[in-house]
């Protein structure tokens, strides 16, 4: 270990987050490697190493012979600022190099509330922060995720930004930068870089502003650049690169589990959910498969408990009987199942009660909304009868605290929905009480966070409840839901009026987080480190206005700061969506057939991918 | 059931990991190494296998021990290649030998722990002032040591726990070599000592530069030699 690192990590806490050397990590040979990335989590080591996107690329990049990839996260404030006394740039655990010493710098972007750790890092790493102050002697700074969605708010910072997922442009990338290395020149690249599918260079952009501050152009700079990005998707999901192999941190972390992705995407039609659109279509993998990647997984990383991960995994078409097979094989290595998310329905708690010995934690279910009419509303396809029934069924099997999750300040909603949300958890707790659930164990978490309409959403026209009425409504609840047994947990609307801001700003706001970070902001989604008055602060001084974004509601005819990016579904989808949504018109799961015309796979040239279940034939005349 | 006494090595990076992660990265290890693992009973079964002692995050350990049991007989030798080819950077196993399922636990058993401790100087010292330093040290009767108990601010004394204390000045830096009382009760640790050797004799360090190694483990005589520590033996 580098011995200025070591002295320094006896100092501050949880210094294994800085270490390195846990089973699993790969250490190339520097020399002998031509493309070197650094893969960059904007977030604290524990949250990081539980995202499995990491571990996707780590393996697809570290399998080449021709490209290394190294791990660093965004170091804790006590570790920042030995950092800083003692001169220590940005490192990566692997190695323990400084991060200007990469040829790629990667980020994923998996929530906006990460933007000043992505800004930190840079400066950490002695990087200028802004993409046209560097030169071919720094390190290309790349992003990727969902919030690359809506790039904008770093449009200054990133040198180009990955739509769609990484296993597919990747190795493109990568060829492309030994190409590079030859000429060293960086405008050339960003240029090539354009030319690949599902790359966004917003250095190559033009934007344009109206009178009244909206945007009046986006257009691409030079010849040969694409008007419109388009996602990039995996096809056929099945054989998709996957990890044999999982770094295992030697620390606790937030999923610290082997992650067996049973599918990508979700086609439930969540109206509020980006996810749910830009990781369409729905592709499955067969069982045989994931078996086999269980097996090989049990095998190189010791792991006592493997979780099937997806947006929603019971509606895995094969999920009773690979959840079978799972058990048979590795019940006698004591080797636990589990599900990250259930659906509301009796079927998923069957599901959980097969998969676990011990009702250690309670279980989850998202009704996401108070009333009938606003779950219609958001197409949450959800009754009151099939919430109570899955509560009986866990009550029931034995389970004695179950937690409901729930949203305010969504499009439409009334007093009535959210007295819903109060009236439909102490309904939960009668049911337990009925079912003769202990007193003192029964208990009812009621989480209820604050909508933020997200881009590639129908409701990315809409605006966010203003700080003063999600409070009100906050208030109201707690009120409501004064009652032993039940616990109510609330989302601060301070940051979620942030997250609103970064979603749905636009470049402009490059200036505002620049500021935010200049004055001390980091790690902005923990509570313990938010600093609002610092955020205020940087609006202020730079003069931007927040609440312009936050709360503008756009017409269908107004260019979003992302109409440049495309997730595939088209913009008459979303739009007939939006109707549908405030005539509370229920659409269709398309994977029980019935194309709901999202134009995705026309677009794409892509079909879900159903393992056993029905084939979709998608509307020609969607797009 | 057999057990087995398996010495090993946690240094490097290892040496950052809490008692807690250690014992997290054992599991995962010894579940790669594909041996006969027992499981404890219960809903939540977990291999069976115990520590001597805690090694407080950032102190190395290079004479470590831990029981393991199996289900069934494994040579020693094999036991030290599959765990070796098993465990994280910075954890090295050294030796394997079974010990009698009857042996009562390392924990219940440990006396004494040897550590290096190396500081940086705050001003001039030269051996033989580090000497009188030690010897006025280790001449007290006793040594009042702060310790924290549930918020309660209380002292100890920690100079009987003090078996041994020697040291050099290495260049910038002292080297201090102690033998401590280690386990359950009277347990002392390396930095109370270092915080003693400044306040009570005024030994010319920083603290805060302080790096600790426990270089050896001292567990109670028993009839059966086998079932101890080596070094048990030692004093």
């Not at chain 1, 009812?444 to 999600?470: A, G, N, R």
């Not at chain 2, 090295?92 to 440990?110: F, G, I, N, Q």
Request: proline content about 6%.
């Amino acid at each position: 270990m580098n011995p200025k690192i070591e002295r320094v990590l006896s100092r501050v806490q949880k210094p294994a987050r800085y270490a390195g050397g846990e089973w699993n990590a790969v250490l190339k040979n520097w020399e002998q490697t031509p493309v070197k990335i650094a893969f960059a989590f904007p977030d604290v080591y524990e949250v990081g190493m539980s995202h499995l996107g990491l571990q996707i690329l780590y393996h697809l990049v570290n399998e080449r012979d021709d490209a290394l990839m190294e791990r660093v996260f965004a170091p804790w404030p006590d570790m920042e600022k030995e950092m800083r006394q003692h001169r220590i740039p940005l490192f990566s655990l692997e190695s323990q190099r400084t991060v200007g010493d990469f040829d790629l710098l990667a980020f994923t972007l998996q929530y906006e509330m990460t933007f000043t750790n992505v800004l930190n890092m840079l400066d950490l790493a002695g990087l200028p922060l802004r993409a046209q102050e560097r030169s071919a002697q720094h390190p290309l700074v790349i992003a990727g995720g969902p919030c690359a969605y809506n790039p904008e708010p770093l449009a200054d910072f990133v040198d180009l930004f990955v739509i769609g997922e990484g296993e597919e442009v990747f190795p493109e990338i990568i060829d492309l930068v030994k190409n590079y290395q030859k000429h060293r020149d960086r405008e050339k690249f960003l240029l090539q870089a354009a030319g690949i599918g599902g790359v966004y260079v917003p250095s190559l952009y033009l934007v344009e502003y109206k009178p009244d501050g909206k945007i009046a152009s986006i257009k691409p700079s030079r010849e040969g650049v694409p008007e419109r990005v388009t996602k990039r998707v995996v096809k056929n999901f099945d054989a998709a690169p996957f990890p044999d192999k999982l770094v295992v941190p030697s620390t606790e972390v937030v999923h610290d589990r082997i992650m067996l992705e049973v599918m990508r995407g979700c086609t439930r039609g969540c109206r509020f959910c980006q996810a749910g659109n830009i990781y369409r279509p729905v592709r499955e993998k067969r069982p045989e498969t994931l078996l086999e990647q269980a097996r090989e997984l049990v095998k190189s990383t010791g792991y006592e408990e493997i979780s099937l991960v997806s947006l929603s995994t019971a509606d895995y078409s094969q999920v009773a009987r690979l959840v079978g097979e799972l058990l048979d094989e590795f019940a006698a290595q004591r080797i636990n199942i589990s599900l990250p998310s259930l659906r509301v329905d009796a079927f998923s708690v069957a599901l959980a009660q097969e998969v676990s010995r011990v009702r250690k934690a309670g279980l989850t279910f998202a009704p996401e909304a108070g009333t009938q009419r606003l779950r219609n509303v958001i197409n949450k396809g959800v009754g009151e009868e099939d919430l109570l029934r899955a509560v009986q069924s866990a009550f029931a099997a034995g389970w004695s605290a179950v937690k409901l999750y729930f949203m305010i300040g969504l499009p439409t909603e009334t007093r009535a929905d959210v007295e819903g949300i109060a009236r439909l958890a102490r309904q939960v707790l009668e049911t337990g009480k009925r079912l003769g659930v202990p007193r003192g164990k029964l208990a009812v978490t009621v989480s209820v966070s604050c909508f933020v309409p997200k881009s590639h959403t129908p409701f990315q026209w809409e605006p966010q409840d203003t700080q003063e009425e999600l409070n009100e409504k906050q208030a109201l609840l707690k009120n409501l839901l004064k009652t032993k047994g039940i616990i109510f947990r609330w989302h601060d609307s301070r940051q979620s009026f942030l997250e609103a801001v970064l979603a749905r700003g636009d470049r402009r706001l490059a200036a505002a987080l620049e500021e935010a970070w200049r004055l001390g902001c980091r790690f902005d989604g923990w509570s313990e480190c938010f600093r609002f008055d610092l955020w205020r602060e940087a609006f202020r001084r730079t003069g931007i206005v927040p609440e312009w974004y936050a709360y503008q509601k756009y017409d269908y005819d107004d260019i979003l700061p992302w109409e440049h990016i495309s997730a595939g579904v088209s913009k008459k989808y979303l739009i007939d969506e939006h109707q549908r949504a405030l005539k509370g018109i229920l659409t269709g799961d398309c994977r029980e057939g019935k194309c709901s015309g999202c134009g995705l796979c026309v677009t794409l040239e892509i079909a879900p991918e159903l393992s056993g279940g029905k084939e979709v034939a998608p509307l020609q005349g969607a797009v | 059931m057999p057990r087995y006494r398996v010495q090993f090595s946690k240094e490097g990076p290892a040496r950052f990991l809490s008692h807690l992660d250690l014992v997290r990265t054992t599991e995962r290890a010894l579940r790669r190494a594909r041996l006969p693992l027992a499981f404890s009973q219960g809903f939540n079964p977990h291999p069976r296998f115990s520590f001597a002692a805690p090694l407080p995050v950032g102190v190395a350990g290079e004479q470590e021990y831990l029981d393991i049991e199996l289900e069934k007989n494994i040579s020693p030798k094999e036991i030290i290649s599959r765990l070796n080819m098993v465990f994280p950077e910075g954890i090295r196993v050294k030796e394997a030998r079974p010990v009698s399922d009857r042996a009562p636990s390392l924990m219940a058993t440990l006396k004494k722990a040897r550590y290096e401790v190396e500081m940086e100087l705050s001003g001039p010292l030269t051996n033989s002032a580090l000497q009188g330093c030690l010897d006025s040290f280790l001449a007290l009767s006793a040594v009042e040591a702060a310790t924290k108990k549930k918020d309660r601010q209380k002292t100890k004394d920690i100079r009987p726990g003090i078996y041994r204390l020697q040291g050099k000045v290495e260049q910038k830096k002292v080297v201090l070599e102690m033998e401590l009382q280690a386990g359950s009760s009277g347990n002392v640790r390396p930095e109370e000592v270092c915080r003693g050797l400044l306040e009570k004799c005024g030994l010319p360090v920083l603290l805060q530069t302080c790096r600790i190694k426990r270089t050896g483990l001292f567990f109670e005589k028993s009839s059966d030699s086998r079932e101890s520590g080596r070094t048990a033996t030692e004093e």
